[in-house]
């Protein structure tokens, strides 16, 4: 494919026909050549056999002399479409300009291959084709209605010798460009313009011929847009030697100016304020220069918004083409005069606030005697605003029964006075707020207590929701006139400014309520003085000094001002030492006592001294603690917490103010013994499968003890990671009275925990799996027996870990293995000898007669 790469030129394949006097372009194309991108082109023609040079792209002085004035002036001239082709343009072609064209390319290539210039013929014939519109000189001007049809003509006949086609489109021009409407192909093919293949579909444009070789452009149902200049444009086609059309000559004329009066509809009146109960008077102008025979369909139409759509719209009236009147009691519609439409809606509400449009078509008659629809058009809405006739009223609050101490009742009367008399049609509610006061200038937004809606549904606010549903405040109506708020019992919560606000209600037509209009009271301020509440609280330790496993005793005494017949809860605090494992925090809730008398363990879970605390009331104003058998652990700081109630309404008690003791310190001198714990092993690295022997050894500083006197609570733990960065996991217990208590376990390794000594708390782990590894440590709880036999538990002791490491025994893991793999290797060697020796003695034997050679030093020639 290389070698076979060759320069072709390429021009169109002829002959090329032309009308005189129309421009003619000729390709000539290069390709497949070597040497710069950009090529030139050389033209000559022959009208017989010596060619004249006529235009080149590269040499300026190539042009003859006969052709020099023409070339000068532009008349024929080069254009260059890419860097390998251009264009002879050759203006007003003439008879003289028949014959052969050549296009010539220089050579820029290594080797001569190819073609390198290409002739084609040029046939210039007579201009034939005559174009022409109505008999009249000037175009003809059409004025219509619209919906109406009219037809246009146009006359397109060619004389030319050869065999052309006409192609005729015709345009309309209602701006500054021509557009097409519809067209007759050469191919003989209907083809529509853009924006015109809907009306084409449904026959509203046509296109027509006729005899004398006339086309004609018929359009029914005329619109605004068929306003504009027409004219009919005719181009003549031949086919060229490829079988391809060429356009050889174009013609138009114009044909008719048409002017399309539209048909409007609009309502006389721009927006309109009616008041309620009045009529609402609407008039549906239609705008037409018609003068014919027509008759109109009318429809008034009511929405909400003013861009709802006709389908979205609500049908108030409508009258057809033949006068008839759609039924309705409120609305009619009239007919004014021949063009005038008038819609009266009598009694309006507010209801009817929204845009009314009407929508009307115009219908004339055929020729049959029926109604043909030509046009239909949709008014501008206009927005109807109907004024309500509001009541004149006005709304006073005052106050009936006022608080002058707390949980005395309140009651608020909302009264209406009208100035004039109330319609059957109006109805009152009410709405009761509520202001907080405060002594800043902070601004608070008012709080909704409820309020009704037109059936007088009472609706509650989030404020004293539950007090109302509990009957301590009561809304009522007393009077027609007259609505009450009363609280049973008030609170200081309930302190502040009250108003409410009396909305009055209009029934409409369709027998619903609207709110029509609201008028708001004065507030009225519910405040009394009161003084603050105080509480004081005194903790007194009844034994000076005592010893662990003594008992703790402490008083709470109570005093109280401005408090009304108060009620105290008590509550036995103890911060203990931020040692203690048991309660990070410091404070905890040892025991309480309510205003009913009623003991409750808060945070007390030692399940062997249950009944070891107790609180009991003395008097009124006292109460005592008591702590049996106290342990070490029991040091801290023991308060009292004590709440003041006071009696509120409906029996129910409500805290009035909250008092703190004076800390009651219990403190414990240590002159005991001091305990220790470690933990060791003598091989903290093992093998899988093997024993861990772990030991928690205790240690005593100090006093020495009898072995009867002291025991221990062990417990075992390991943390599975390098690090102490996980949480420890509990492997085994054993309490001071001799019980193991096991974790869990997942593995098949499994754990023992015994006591070997006094002071030595042995752990295995048997049958170590990897999961054994990690950090091991031990936490030890001393009990040690005091002088008067109480136990009395130390605190916690946790020992240093010591990391375990489980290793892999590689033999002992392949021994197996490989002794299973050895035996059955030797089985199968043996049993694949034991096969082959059968085969070939029993299976395989083949008896070979052979016969017997002599001796002798030269063999046969059949050896060879």
């Known amino acids: 494919l290389a070698f076979s790469r060759a320069r072709v030129v390429r021009v169109p394949k002829g002959p090329l026909i032309r009308v005189v006097g129309t421009e003619v372009v000729i390709p000539c194309s290069v390709s497949d050549y070597d040497g710069p991108s950009e090529q030139n082109f050389d033209w000559e023609f022959s009208r017989e056999t010596d060619f004249v040079r006529i235009v080149s792209t590269w040499d300026s002085t190539f042009t003859s002399e006969e052709y020099q004035k023409r070339v000068g002036h532009g008349d024929i001239k080069l254009r260059r479409s890419s860097n390998d082709a251009v264009e002879l343009v050759i203006r007003n072609i003439q008879p003289t300009d028949q014959g052969r064209y050549k296009c010539s390319t220089p050579s820029t290539d290594a080797t001569v291959q190819g073609n390198y210039d290409a002739e084609v013929q040029v046939k210039v014939i ?155 008077d609407l008039t549906c102008n239609i705008t037409t220069d018609r003068s014919g025979i027509f008759q109109a369909e009318v429809m008034w139409y009511f929405s909400v918004s003013p861009d709802d759509t006709l389908s979205d719209a609500q049908v108030l009236l409508s009258m057809d083409h033949d006068s008839v009147v759609s039924d309705s009691t409120l609305i009619s519609l009239s007919h004014v005069d021949r063009n005038s439409y008038r819609l009266l809606v009598r009694d309006v509400d507010v209801e009817d606030s929204g845009y009314y449009f009407c929508h009307a078509a115009v219908w004339v008659p055929l020729h049959n005697g029926s109604w043909h629809k030509v046009v239909e058009r949709t008014s501008a809405p206009v927005s109807v605003v109907v004024t309500a006739l509001e009541p004149d009223y006005e709304v006073f609050l005052n106050a009936s029964k006022t608080p002058k101490f707390s949980d005395d009742p309140t009651e608020l009367n909302c009264r209406i ?95 619903s309520w609207v709110k029509s209009k609201e008028v708001s009271s004065a507030s009225v301020s519910i405040f009394w003085a009161t003084q603050d509440y105080t509480l004081t609280v005194e903790a007194v330790k009844l034994k000076p000094f005592f010893v662990a496993g003594h008992t703790f005793e402490m008083t709470c005494k109570v005093s109280s001002k401005n408090i009304k017949t108060p009620r105290y809860s008590v509550l036995i605090t103890a911060e203990k030492p931020l040692t203690d494992q048991s309660n990070p925090n410091g404070t905890t809730r040892i025991i309480s006592l309510n205003q ?52 509120g309404g409906g029996g129910m008690w409500r805290e009035a103010v909250n008092g703190l003791s004076n800390p009651i310190q219990i403190d414990f001198q240590m ?31 100090g006093m020495a003890l009898e072995p009867d006197d002291m025991s221990f609570d062990v417990s075992w733990f390991a943390v599975r990671s390098f690090a102490l960065d996980r949480e420890p996991i509990l492997l085994a217990s054993l309490d001071r009275r001799g019980i193991v208590m096991q974790s869990r376990r997942n593995g098949s390794s499994d754990v023992s925990l015994e006591r070997i000594s006094p002071l030595e708390f042995r752990l295995r782990v048997h049958g170590c799996e990897d999961h054994d590894f990690g950090n091991h440590y031990c936490i030890v709880t001393p009990w040690v027996r005091s002088a008067t036999g109480v136990w009395q538990r130390e605190p916690d002791i ?61 063999m046969s020639m059949e050896m060879d």
């Open 417 to 511: 006075t009208t100035s004039q008399d109330t319609k059957a049609n109006i109805r009152f509610t009410v709405s009761w707020y509520y202001k907080q006061r405060l002594r800043s200038d902070d601004v608070v937004t008012e709080e909704l207590l409820a309020t009704m809606n037109a059936d007088w549904t009472l609706l509650l606010g989030d404020r004293g929701r539950e007090r109302t549903q509990n009957g301590e405040i009561i809304f009522s109506k007393k009077a027609a006139d007259t609505f009450s708020l009363r609280i049973q019992w008030t609170s200081e919560s309930d302190r502040g400014d009250y108003f409410c606000v009396v909305s009055a209600w209009s029934r409409h037509r369709n027998n």
């Open 596 to 647: 009913d008398s009623v003991v409750r363990l808060e945070d007390w879970t030692d399940q062997t001294r249950v009944d070891g605390v107790v609180l009991e009331k003395v008097q009124e104003n006292e109460f005592r603690y008591r702590m049996y058998q106290t342990q070490i652990s029991d040091a801290g700081l023991y308060r009292c917490v004590v709440t003041a109630w006071s009696p």
């Open 798 to 858: 946790k020992a240093k870990p010591i990391f375990l490491s489980v290793k892999m025994d590689v033999l002992n893991a392949f021994k197996y293995p490989l002794l299973i793999g050895i035996g059955l290797a030797t089985v199968i060697g043996l049993l694949s000898c034991l096969i082959g020796y059968c085969s070939s003695r029993w299976c395989c034997k083949k008896e070979v007669q052979e016969t017997r050679r002599e001796r002798r030093r030269l």
């Open 126 to 280: 007579s201009d034939g084709l005559l174009v022409s519109g109505s008999k009249a000189r000037s175009s003809t001007s059409l004025r219509l209605s619209e919906g109406d049809s009219f037809k246009l003509r146009c006359s397109a006949v060619t004389t030319s010798l050869e065999h052309t086609h006409l192609h005729v489109t015709w345009q309309i021009k209602s701006g500054l460009t021509w557009q097409d409407i519809l067209s007759l192909t050469h191919e003989g093919k209907f083809q529509p313009g853009p924006g015109y293949e809907e009306r084409y579909r449904n026959g509203d444009i046509r296109l027509d011929t006729g005899a004398n070789d006339t086309y004609w452009l018929s359009v029914s149902q005329a619109s605004s847009v068929d306003g504009g200049t027409y004219r009919c444009l005719v181009s003549e086609w031949v086919r060229g030697a490829d079988s391809t059309w060429q356009k050889i000559q174009e013609k138009s004329v114009e044909i008719a100016s048409v002017a399309i009066q539209r048909t409007d509809v609009v309502i006389s009146t721009s927006n309109v304020s009616v008041t309620e109960r009045d009529s609402l």
């Open 671 to 701: 002159s005991g013994p001091v305990f220790n714990v470690s933990v060791h092993s003598d091989s903290p690295t093992i093998y899988q499968g093997e024993l861990a022997d772990l030991l928690c050894i205790i240690t005593m500083d």
